[in-house]
């Protein structure tokens, strides 16, 4: 099974004579890079290892009553983020089993080296670099948002504070069941006594380390953080931060982070997207029916767009069966939402819908009148992100990353035979996209070949090969997707 591309990013650096470009994507645990010469690299170079437990020796002697429990998992660190550095020098990503943010670069011959991982307290979920690309910030499934160096140093290294000296009071017993595999005969009870002995195993519980390397918190939320944006205007920095609770709240940034602007009201359900077009301009998403354009400056909205209802007329061309339809469409949840650099003289935005196979170009329209849907762009699976490459003012190209393994327009049915691309590619000029076959061509080893049956068999010596990638489709269908999950379940106390 070749896997899909959970996230890409795109670059482009415009020359006197053509545009040179990179394209970066994750896929399970690897990053995969390919350039416009055709130079391609990966890391890790080998497989990612994964933690596992050997099972114990079995005793000797007839056995007893016995009860078999879940053997642990395999723990694989895959990739739940990635983003670019404004100077485009840095790749910053987040594997969320270990809650680690890792920075990479490019070296001179275009190989992927990882500079840095720094292992967060709390599982990351959104990342943002300040313009000057200083500095990392960091918004986590607790609420809250931290700011770290991008480029880490030994000597950024925290002084850790002494430890006190032991009291006389007595030292914690290990914990030890009462219960035991002979005594527990129900199922909900062996899962009770299965977490018993693994906490027991562990020992007494040891309070956590702070963290080593140089880190501030500067601010935070009540509910689960979705996304996180920085802007700089009129030599001011702000902190734009979304929630699970319908919240948009805009922050002066580092080190007045503590100061509250702002809030962006109006969403009726959570926000998952924030996307600035331009400086003083927001567009936000998520299960809500309508994309918010507003004017955060002053927490003003300013239009809405019904994204549901293009949504809803894309999908009823696709299937003829319309037994779940409705119910698909009400469950629409914005993934995704991409500033396309100007190629005419209105804001033009990208966007994606968790498990549809399309992406949608709409006009903001501005001070002239209300966004409009500019053109649907049916896709060969679900749209699963999208990274842009600007190869000049008038002509810019869309790199979208395909569902290969799911059928069009499910979540969770899988296709019988695997989707033959991974990526598709369109380009704009003006306001007309269409499918770019040339940049397609130039981007065959990660389509098809990246990590893939065939391994490579490119110019890089570097990139060795893999065998096919197999995965649990549950845990496939959790790291491409999720955000409905978000939504709160009818009666949930808000």
Not at 337 to 355: H, K, R
Request: with cysteine; glycine share 6%.
């Amino acid at each position: 099974m070749t896997l899909p591309f959970q996230c890409i990013e795109a670059y482009s650096l415009p020359t006197e004579r053509s545009c040179e470009w990179a394209v970066f994507g994750v896929c399970g645990s690897r990053l995969v890079v390919q350039t416009s010469s055709g130079v391609t690299s990966t890391w890790p170079t080998e497989q990612y290892p994964t933690r596992s437990t050997e099972p114990a020796d079995e005793p000797e002697g007839p056995p007893g009553k016995r009860v078999k429990l879940s053997p642990p998992a395999d723990q694989i660190m895959n990739f739940s983020c990635l983003t670019l550095s404004n100077g485009k020098e840095h790749i910053v990503a987040i594997t969320a089993e270990d809650k680690c943010i890792r920075v990479f670069r490019l070296d001179s011959e275009n190989q992927l080296q990882q500079l840095s991982q720094r292992c967060m307290a709390r599982r990351p979920c959104a990342l943002a670099i300040t313009s000057d690309d200083s500095t990392i910030l960091c918004a986590d499934k607790f609420g809250d948002v931290y700011s770290l160096p991008l480029q880490y140093t030994p000597e950024d290294d925290m002084t850790e504070t002494p430890i006190p000296e032991e009291s006389e009071t007595p030292a914690e017993k290990d914990y030890k069941p009462a219960a035991s595999v002979l005594t527990v005969h129900s199922g909900r009870n062996r899962k009770v006594l299965e977490e018993q002995m693994k906490q027991a195993s562990k020992g007494v519980k040891k309070s956590k380390e702070p963290l080593k390397f140089k880190h501030e918190l500067l601010l935070g939320h009540v509910s689960m953080l979705t996304d996180i944006a920085y802007a700089r205007i009129d030599e001011r920095s702000y902190i734009l931060t979304a929630d699970r609770d319908e919240h948009i709240r805009v922050s002066r940034g580092p080190p007045q982070a503590h100061i509250i602007e702002g809030f962006c009201q109006g969403h009726d359900e959570f926000v998952t997207k924030l996307c600035l077009p331009t400086p003083g301009v927001l567009v936000s998403g998520g299960g809500d029916p309508h994309l918010y354009i507003w004017d955060w400056v002053n927490s003003r909205l300013l239009n809405k767009f019904c994204i549901r209802d293009a949504v809803s007329a894309f999908m009823k061309t696709l299937t003829e069966d319309k037994s779940n339809l409705e119910d698909k469409i009400s469950k629409t949840v914005v993934s995704g939402i991409w500033n396309v650099p100007a190629t005419s003289t209105q804001d033009v935005i990208l966007v994606a819908c968790e498990g549809v196979p399309a992406v949608f170009s709409i006009s903001l329209g501005g001070t002239n009148g209300p966004p409009v849907l500019g053109q649907t762009i049916p896709l060969t699976g679900n749209a699963l992100d999208v990274g842009i490459i600007s190869q000049n003012k008038e002509f810019c190209t869309a790199i979208v990353s395909i569902d290969n393994i799911h059928k069009p327009g499910s979540t969770t049915e899988i296709r019988e035979d695997e989707g033959p691309n991974r990526l598709q590619c369109f380009s704009c000029k003006g306001n007309e996209w269409h499918e770019d076959s040339d940049v397609m061509a130039k981007l065959e080893w990660l389509n098809r070949r990246a990590l893939g049956d065939e391994g490579d068999s490119g110019t890089d010596s570097k990139v060795t090969s893999q065998s096919p990638r197999r995965a649990d489709e549950k845990a496939l269908r959790d790291i491409l997707y999720g955000m409905e999950n978000l939504r709160k379940r009818p009666g949930a106390e808000d």
